[in-house]
């Protein structure tokens, strides 16, 4: 079934590892070492250093985008006018008492792996938080607001695992008013949902490529997936057409053994060991990808809708990288000033905002909109909402998971955003 290839490596390579040793112990050395940079414990740490760094170059031009009332602090009490200028993605998380607004025994549609609970998480305090952007407030999803909102509309996720967790999170938080029925077919490895009294439709378009990509070994997802870098995946391209609303994403995969091929040519690899081919970085991947997927929804003739760049959602390893039994055990969301979006986390988020760039400017000579939808910040901030080792039983063997978020959990804030974003596009229209 397509849809299990949409799980992270982490479940997946590790019950592999007997069959394909030799290559594999070499993945891991490779994989290791992009990892511990990656996910290196010393970066969730506060550093003056580090933080001033990235403040002279990316924060800046962030903070740049930043209406001048909040760049005024938090004294001024923001009017009702400052709600749409408010930049929703800078603040900080808070307490909330009220959340979580689902639990394990009403929401019927948690992935294994992310019913935290089940797997007896022993704390909750995780669940007790809500973002607040430093200018405004972001209303917590109102499941009957939000059906109100999207009557006669679709949504389309395209992406990989992680954007599989914010699909169920969303039908979690709408179990409250209604479930949806399921009306995937078979031998489709995405899935389609309808909310009938509503007429409205979420489906999910597995693509952790997002463009046209095939696996090496047919029966082996460990293996090499050949990538061809200027091709459009039509599996989703073909569908997405009629949808009001696409979220698109995609990470992790990329730092897996891939080959690229432009103009159908091989032009490089990663992690491919192979001496007559060129070595290139993830992110050489990462941003064609990015570029292709979004000129496909660009070439879409009749496509009217809005396209939600969903940027990346950090993991937190710390102790040691993932294979090594690198974990994620705090309780609590970071401040703000504990850490910084840095290294892979910052590389990807550039090019995801280029690549948004790049399609806006396309796109507005159609009319096509294409918007940032940035959950690494927040996201960032809550080491504390992964799996870890609860996203299995302990006598599993299996990686921690410090990828994924618990459900419920923090990635429940997506749908606050996502329901405020819908607001905003709701009320353009009706100008
Ligand atoms: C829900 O979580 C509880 C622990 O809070 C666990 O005992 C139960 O098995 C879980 N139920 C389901 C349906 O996952
Ligand atoms: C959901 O809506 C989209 C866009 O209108 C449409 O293409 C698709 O067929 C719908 N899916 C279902 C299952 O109704
Ligand atoms: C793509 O490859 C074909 C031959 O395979 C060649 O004729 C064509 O010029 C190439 N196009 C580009 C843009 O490189
Ligand atoms: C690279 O070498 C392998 C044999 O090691 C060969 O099969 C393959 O065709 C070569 N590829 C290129 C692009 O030269
Ligand atoms: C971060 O800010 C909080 C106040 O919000 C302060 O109590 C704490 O000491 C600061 N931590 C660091 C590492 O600067």
Not at 41 to 55: G, R, V
Not at 328 to 355: F, G, S, W
Not at 371 to 384: C, E, I, V
Request: glycine share 6%; with cysteine.
């Amino acid at each position: 079934m397509k849809l299990h290839a949409v799980d992270l490596p982490l479940h997946k390579k590790l019950r592999k590892i007997p069959k394909t040793a030799t290559s594999l112990t070499l993945v891991t050395i490779l994989l290791s070492v992009i990892i511990i940079s990656l996910y290196s414990p010393t970066s969730f740490f506060y550093n003056p250093t580090k933080l001033s760094e990235s403040e002279s170059s990316e924060d800046a031009q962030f903070k740049a985008t930043k209406s001048p009332e909040i760049l005024g602090g938090k004294s001024s009490i923001p009017r009702p006018t400052d709600q749409e200028n408010c930049d929703l993605f800078i603040g900080e998380w808070v307490p909330n008492p009220e959340a979580p607004y689902y639990t394990n025994a009403t929401c019927h549609r948690i992935q294994e792996h992310q019913n935290c609970m089940k797997y007896g998480r022993p704390d909750t305090g995780f669940l007790k938080w809500r973002w607040k952007p430093d200018g405004c407030e972001l209303p917590v999803f109102d499941p009957d607001l939000f059906l109100e909102m999207v009557r006669g509309k679709s949504i389309a996720f395209v992406g990989d695992s992680v954007a599989r967790n914010h699909m169920q999170s969303l039908m979690c938080l709408l179990s409250k008013v209604l479930d949806p029925v399921d009306v995937s077919t078979k031998n489709d490895g995405n899935q389609h949902w309808v909310y009938k009294d509503y007429d409205f439709n979420i489906s999910i378009f597995s693509a952790p490529y997002l463009i046209k990509s095939e696996r090496t070994d047919p029966n082996d997802v460990t293996r090499p997936f050949n990538l061809y870098l200027d091709e459009f995946d039509e599996d989703w391209t073909t569908k997405v057409e009629g949808y009001d609303y696409i979220i698109i994403s995609a990470g992790q995969w990329f730092f897996r053994p891939t080959i690229f091929y432009e103009n159908r040519t091989l032009i490089g690899c990663l992690a491919c060991y192979r001496d007559n081919v060129t070595h290139l970085r993830m992110t050489f991947s990462y941003e064609r990808a990015f570029r292709t997927a979004l000129k496909g929804i660009n070439s879409l003739t009749n496509f009217k809708g809005v396209t939600f760049l969903r940027t990346i959602s950090p993991s937190h390893f710390e102790g040691a990288s993932w294979d090594k039994g690198g974990d994620c055990v705090r309780t609590r969301p970071y401040k703000r000033n504990e850490t910084v979006v840095e290294d892979y986390n910052l590389e990807m988020y550039k090019i995801q905002q280029q690549q948004l760039r790049i399609a806006q400017e396309d796109g507005s000579k159609r009319g096509l909109k294409f918007r940032l939808f940035d959950a690494t910040h927040p996201m960032l901030l809550r080491p504390d909402g992964h799996p870890s080792k609860y996203g299995h039983w302990p006598n599993e063997k299996t990686a921690n998971d410090c990828v994924h978020w618990c459900l419920p959990g923090p990635i429940d804030t997506w749908n606050d955003f996502l329901q405020e974003f819908i607001r905003r596009e709701e009320a353009n229209k009706s100008l």
